[in-house]
């Protein structure tokens, strides 16, 4: 049978972040070679789930290293994983191709196109074959990515809920390209750097992008078109909206046009795409005035799946402060989340809550509260997003702080996965209101049981405003 390598590296970088990322937090999330990424993966949705699942040619299970969203690794850091990438495909033997799963907007110190140079080192171990990524909706593809992969898709979903399938898909198209089809992907780039609060795929303007591209390239015979929003809480100059178009090498007019007139309708629609939310104090008060509950108060700039600290504590001093009973918060804080355990349950515990990472989200919360309950953290996604996912947030706390439920995990995590309160014995849908530390991909937690919605812009690193974030490149646009 033929040999197909899997290989994984990914990490949505906020540049803008103070916390650097560390090995231990890739040896957290993922740090894996041989067949320990099958022992991890099978089973469950996600992309490399997708590639075991989708190939019918013999599995090489190669090197995966993945961290959650944070700021950029050191270069000491970069050097190790791309060195123990190509030890890894060194010892792999030959392969016929390399299915890849990237983010696609990684950064580290000293590689500022980290997919880009993950790349290199593969086709500097492999040679001319077939390779096959797949990116993340907020991925910032630079050119190079494109030439050197030859075939990149990425998600359709925001929230992202199509990984596994995406997965799978990658896995036929580089059987087609072992094959000999002639398949290659183009690339185009808009500048617009937009929210991630305005990038949902079911909603406008992004709906109408999505449409339009995939109406146009049935009609030309473009065999795949994907739409990536970017992350725009990256200071590169590749960040910005990109459309990724795969077909057989003699449409590359068609590609071309498509991409043109593409990058036209994001000119016309980009005004679309500004939005403006309310600080704190307004949100916490329109939660109070009768709104359906569960109100999911979205804590949009402390949005841990885009890296920020996730100890953002505006939204929780206002709570406190006007009064409200029946919240859910879930906030990080190492101290805290240690101290209660060891006081454990049925304790009382006093200090200082979040706010401790930076001066950027907020002053520390005073807090005098009781343990409720206690656990180590771990808990497995059932939910759309990563079915299957083994979570670590470390040490967990539940707290009780003047009538509001605050859970405190010792490491960030993003609200993709109502299990990080339910695993407490937590049910969020008797909760008068939800703090959700995220942008959009909460829904996949809380969004069936939501009653009501008030979005943000509180203090932290992904803010609605990105004027606040103080930019030093100018994003590029392409052709």
């Known amino acids: 049978m033929t040999r197909i390598g899997i290989v994984g590296m990914w990490q949505e970088t906020n540049t803008y972040s103070s916390h650097s990322t560390t090995l231990e937090d890739f040896a957290a999330f993922e740090l894996l070679e041989g067949s320990a990424i099958v022992d991890h993966h099978s089973d469950t949705e996600s992309v490399i789930g997708g590639f075991l699942a989708g190939t019918g040619h013999e599995v090489v299970p190669v090197f995966s290293a993945g961290a959650w969203p944070s700021g950029p690794a050191s270069a000491d850091i970069a050097r190790h994983l791309l060195d123990r990438l190509s030890e890894s495909l060194g010892s792999a033997g030959p392969l016929a191709g390399v299915l890849v799963n990237l983010h696609g907007a990684m950064v580290t110190e000293g590689h ?24 993340d909706f907020h991925a910032n593809p630079s050119v190079l990515l494109t030439e050197l992969a030859g075939v990149l898709i990425a998600y359709d979903t925001y929230p992202h809920i199509d990984m596994f399938d995406r997965g799978r898909e990658a896995a036929v198209l580089v059987s087609r390209l072992i094959d000999g089809e002639p398949l290659r992907t183009r690339i185009g780039k808009h500048p617009l750097l937009t929210t991630p609060l305005a990038q949902a795929t079911g909603s406008q303007p992004m709906a109408g992008l999505f449409a339009e591209a995939r109406l146009v390239a049935a009609k030309l015979g ?17 960040a910005g909206v990109s459309v990724l178009l795969t077909a ?7 590609c071309q046009t498509l991409i043109a007139s593409l990058l036209s309708l994001i000119d016309e629609v980009g005004d679309q795409f500004a939005i403006s939310r ?23 700039a402390d949005n841990i799946g885009g890296g920020s600290a996730g100890d953002g504590t505006e939204i929780l001093a206002q709570l406190v402060k006007q009064g409200a009973t029946g919240a859910l918060v879930v906030i990080a804080d190492v101290e805290i989340a240690t101290a209660a355990h060891a ?26 509260a009781e343990i409720i309950r206690l656990s180590d953290g771990r808990y497995t996604s059932r939910g759309s997003w990563g079915a299957g996912l083994v979570v670590n947030q470390g040490l967990t706390a539940w707290l009780s702080l003047d009538g509001i439920d605050v859970v405190v995990t010792e490491l960030p995590r993003p609200p993709f996965h109502v299990e990080q309160v339910t ?19 909460w829904r996949a937690a809380y969004g069936d049981i939501a009653g009501s919605v008030v979005e943000v812009d509180a203090a932290g690193v992904c803010p609605v405003d990105l004027s606040r974030l103080p930019r030093t490149t100018t994003p590029v646009r392409y052709p």
Request: hydrophobic share 40%.
């Open 112 to 135: 500022p196109d980290f997919e880009a140079d993950t790349l290199s080192v593969i086709r500097q171990q492999v040679g001319d074959v077939p390779i096959v990524g797949v990116l």
């Open 222 to 238: 473009i065999d795949r078109v994907c739409i990536t929003g970017g992350f725009p809480y990256s200071d590169v100059d590749r």
């Open 423 to 441: 695993h407490l014995g937590i049910d969020p849908a008797t909760a008068s209101i939800i703090v959700a530390k995220g942008a959009v991909a």
């Open 278 to 300: 309310p600080g704190p104090t307004e949100a916490v008060a329109l939660a109070l005035d009768g709104l359906a509950s569960p109100v999911v108060l979205v804590d949009i």
């Open 343 to 368: 006081a454990g349950v049925g304790g009382t515990i006093s200090g200082y809550l979040g706010g401790k990472t930076d001066r950027l989200h907020g002053a520390p919360v005073p807090i005098t």
């Open 248 to 254: 057989r090498e003699e449409l590359e007019g068609e």
